[in-house]
């Protein structure tokens, strides 16, 4: 009973990642969820649901949360991922920031290239500015700079 269990957990199990490509060439990748900084530039793999984290490119003017700066809000688990990318005050265009999934709903994903660009929150309420993936265990390619880049991650 107690291999059928431990099987069973692990085909249950999942799994995402997020990578960073900074083309930029200054600033700081940043990933947080909950207060704790998750990564800073290296690839960051949880084994379980990453809900509820939020990332951008500290360049020195972005507060702890992204304050100033480009945020991507992301949550990745099975069933249903998302992620979209926020100017919503305090938050403000700081640097070209996108997302692009992989690893499931590959071409999925959207960018930021200059202020005020309409694939950004810019109100709570647009929530039809997320972009979603159903796909298990999916990942999250984050980039600053070029969109070309997106969906190859490494």
């Known amino acids: 009973m107690a291999v059928i269990a431990a099987t069973l957990g692990h085909a249950l199990a999942e799994t995402h990642t997020v990578h960073f490509a900074n083309n930029c060439g200054f600033g700081t990748p940043t990933l947080i969820q909950g207060g704790t900084v998750l990564s800073t530039g290296r690839d960051y793999t949880r084994n379980g649901a990453l809900l509820g984290a939020i990332a951008y490119l500290q360049t020195g003017g972005c507060g702890f949360n992204g304050e100033g700066c480009t945020l991507v809000e992301l949550s990745l688990t099975n069933g249903f991922s998302s992620a979209d990318i926020s100017l919503i005050p305090p938050h403000a265009f700081s640097v070209t ?51 070309e880049e997106f969906y190859s991650p490494v």
């Not at 999934?101 to 200059?114: H, I, L, M, R, V």
């Not at 950004?120 to 159903?134: I, L, N, R, W, Y």
């Open 97 to 147: 920031s996108g997302f692009g999934f992989y690893n499931g709903c590959d071409g999925a994903g959207t960018d930021c290239k200059q202020p005020n660009c309409p694939e950004a929150f810019e109100h709570p309420d647009e929530t039809f500015k997320q972009v979603g993936c159903s796909a298990p265990n999916c990942n999250l390619a984050i980039l600053f700079a070029s969109r």
